[in-house]
Structure formats: C-alpha cells, structure tokens
C-alpha cells in the first residue's frame, strides 16, 4: 500500500499568512494526488486534482504543485475561512489512501 | 441540485451488520464509480471501498475486507455498503463520494453518517 505523510500535522499561522503544506508518498504516484479542505462537522471539499489543477469554484489562492513522491498545497494568502483540516490522497493504486492530515490554527 | 444523500446509520452491538445507503441525485448516476469513506471521532479520513459504474469492479479497504460489501442499483441510483461483523473500531462517520474517472479524485460528498458500534 501507498503511505502519504504530510507535514506539518498542525500549523499555526495569521490571516494574510503564506502557507504551505507538504505530502509525500512512499512510492511514485505520478499526478494522482487531490487535496481536500474539510471543516469541523462537514464532509471534504475538493480543491485540487491531479496535484495541480484547482477544481472549479475553488478560490485562486489555492495552489498544488509536485509529482511523483513530493507534493505541496500552497494558500497565497490565508484568509479567515481558510482555518481547517487539509488532506492529500493518492489516486493511483487501491487502496486510495490519505494523508494523516494537517490542522491549520489561527495564531 | 446535484448531491448525496446518506443513510442507515445508527448503534449496533459488536459482532452485528448493518447496511448503509447512499441516494444520489441529478447526475448520471450509472456514468461515476463511487466510493465509501469514513471518518472515526477526532481522527482523519478512511478510504474503505470503491466500485465501477457498471458495479463489476470492487475494491475494499484491508481492514474490511471480508466483511463489508459495496454494491449499487443503477435503476435506483443508490449505492450500499453491506458492513457485517461489525468492531467497535468500525465507528465512524461513513461518507459516500462521487469517484471522477482518469484522474479518480472525489468531487461530490454526502453529509455522511453515524455509525457506532458498542454494547
């Protein structure tokens, strides 16, 4: 099976903060990675797909970059609604798995 | 408007089955695999299954292999998860997700549901 770890785990930064978080993958997964923003009580949302292209909708200071094993989702500028959980998944083998997840706080 | 609408959760006892459904609405269901993911109390998020649009392919999580079933009703657009010999490890929140082909990531969730397995 496919191991993604991400890091930081929890990331604590302030509005109009540039962050950055990091998923990597114990063997290649060409671009078949999604990043997905979820908050408290509410199911996933999808921000990007294919490790770089933003899903529709999506504000554009969401971005992902990487392929292969390294993987980043950068936000350009945080903004309030910005504060959650972020998880990357593998799309290239079964089992899909995910990342642990990284909780980004308000400093 | 396009969404997914699950249901069936609830308490059960180890050891016990319960069957999970998942409605979906205005898109061509038949067209998407579709998957389960789960979410236990204060933890991250669990792929468990995923199955083909036509329901001939099926995959499954190591740790429910054996005893749960993913299945669909294209004539109903519904999808299942048959969860039996349930562990008290199985509680979580299950989410059904819309699977988009060539790239496979999810972009339409359900709101999920409980399902608690204790004595």
């Known amino acids: 099976d496919i191991q993604l770890t991400q890091s930081p785990s929890f990331l604590s930064a302030s509005v109009g903060d540039r962050v950055t978080i990091t998923c990597r993958a114990s063997?290649?997964?060409?671009?078949?990675l999604a990043w997905y923003q979820q908050k408290p009580g509410k199911a996933p949302k999808l921000l990007i797909y294919?490790?770089?292209t933003l899903q529709s909708g999506v504000p554009s200071r969401f971005s992902g970059s990487g392929s292969g094993t390294e993987f980043t989702l950068t936000i350009s500028s945080l903004q309030p609604e910005d504060f959650a959980t972020y998880y990357c998944?593998?799309?290239?083998?079964?089992?899909?798995?995910f990342g642990q997840g990284t909780k980004l706080e308000i400093k | 408007e396009v969404q997914l609408l699950e249901s069936g959760g609830g308490l059960v006892q180890p050891g016990g089955s319960l069957r999970l459904s998942c409605a979906a609405s205005?898109?061509?269901?038949?067209?998407?695999?579709m998957s389960w993911v789960r979410q236990a109390p204060g933890k991250g998020l669990e792929w468990v299954s995923e199955?083909?649009?036509?329901?001939?392919?099926?995959y499954y999580a190591d740790f429910v292999k054996g005893r749960f079933t993913i299945s669909r009703d294209n004539s109903k657009n519904a999808l299942y998860l048959q969860m039996n010999s349930l562990r008290a490890e199985d509680t979580a929140v299950y989410y059904c997700?819309?699977?988009?082909?060539?790239?496979?990531?999810?972009?339409?969730w359900g709101r999920g549901t409980l399902v608690t397995v204790s004595s």
């Open positions: 997700a819309k699977v988009v082909a060539l790239d496979w990531y999810s972009n339409l």
């Open positions: 063997q290649g997964i060409s671009s078949y």
């Open positions: 998944q593998q799309l290239n083998s079964f089992p899909r798995t």
């Open positions: 205005r898109f061509t269901f038949s067209s998407y695999d």
């Open positions: 199955i083909s649009g036509n329901g001939r392919n099926t």
């Open positions: 294919a490790a770089s």
